[in-house]
């Protein structure tokens, strides 16, 4: 093999990983937003949160950090 191809399947290699690695990273800053919605929740005085509103305000808060971050000025 020569060293373009060798590289290339470094960065096919590297992508995959990176892809992998995203999407951990967003699965596990998912479930902090959520622990930190019920635990403010909590804070506030509700004692009965329904679960789908947890879901959906978590997903906000996620997209809205994902897509701020991948906004570069």
Known sequence: MNRGAILG???IGFTIFS???FIVMSILFF???VWVIKFGAGL???K???GNW???AAGI???ASVIA???RK
């Open 69 to 71: 971050a991948s906004v």
């Open 19 to 21: 892809a992998f690695l």
């Open 31 to 33: 479930f902090i937003n």
């Open 54 to 56: 947890v879901v959906l």
């Open 44 to 46: 506030a005085g509700f």
């Open 61 to 63: 808060m996620s997209a």
């Open 9 to 11: 399947v470094m960065g």
């Open 48 to 50: 009965t949160l329904d």
